[in-house]
């Protein structure tokens, strides 16, 4: 089956939301321009990752190309997008590997992610457009749009169930069994 590659140049809205009540949550990276919605499925720990590499590499290109380009310090004043997701949810596929890169020329952050793989799949380099290969989302975003994802991801992350002060696993309503107190059932 052909590669698609879901490409956004100028997309109008790129968020990770959930579907699921805490502790059953499906996370996805949804991306909308014009009519076009892709969704795909993400881990909560990439999600996570991703918000952290894209504020970081912000921060490199402020500290190496300032002035030449402006990269606010948060996503500003309604730049941080709060609403759902939008619906239908269609998965186009699972999130294996992720890129991310800042592009001189349009002075953007692109992120791909990049479907699972089999076992031995490679996975294309950043902007290969060939034909074979797996699946991509490719969105390209302003430094405030990229600022704005990534705190509202860090937001959708932290939503969830509050982690246990000795393990650091989530916490049931019912507790857990915590492996630092041997096994014994700790209560929220």
């Not at 909308?32 to 991703?50: C, D, P, Y």
């Not at 590499?57 to 997701?85: H, K, N």
Request: aromatic residues 6%.
């Amino acid at each position: 089956m052909p590669r698609q590659v879901f490409n956004f140049t100028e997309p109008e809205r790129f968020v990770v939301g959930t579907v699921g009540m805490p502790g059953e949550r499906t996370f996805f990276l949804q991306a909308r321009q014009g009519n076009l919605i892709t969704s795909v499925v993400i881990e909560k720990q990439q999600a996570l990752v991703l918000a952290e590499r894209t504020d970081q590499l912000l921060d490199e290109v402020r500290q190496t190309r300032a002035p030449l380009v402006d990269i606010p310090d948060g996503g500003g004043v309604g730049a941080v997008d709060v609403a759902p997701l939008e619906l239908p949810i269609f998965e186009e596929f699972r999130v294996g590997a992720m890129a991310l890169g800042w592009d001189e020329a349009t002075a953007k952050v692109v992120i791909e992610a990049h479907a699972v793989t089999e076992e031995g799949g490679q996975v294309p380099e950043i902007a290969d457009d060939d034909g074979e290969g797996v699946d991509t989302l490719r969105v390209w975003l302003s430094a405030s749009q990229a600022r704005g994802f990534a705190e509202r991801t860090r937001a959708v992350v932290a939503a969830g169930r509050p982690p246990c002060p000795f393990c650091s696993q989530p916490l049931d309503p019912q507790g857990h069994i915590c492996p630092r107190n041997n096994g014994y059932r700790r209560r929220a």
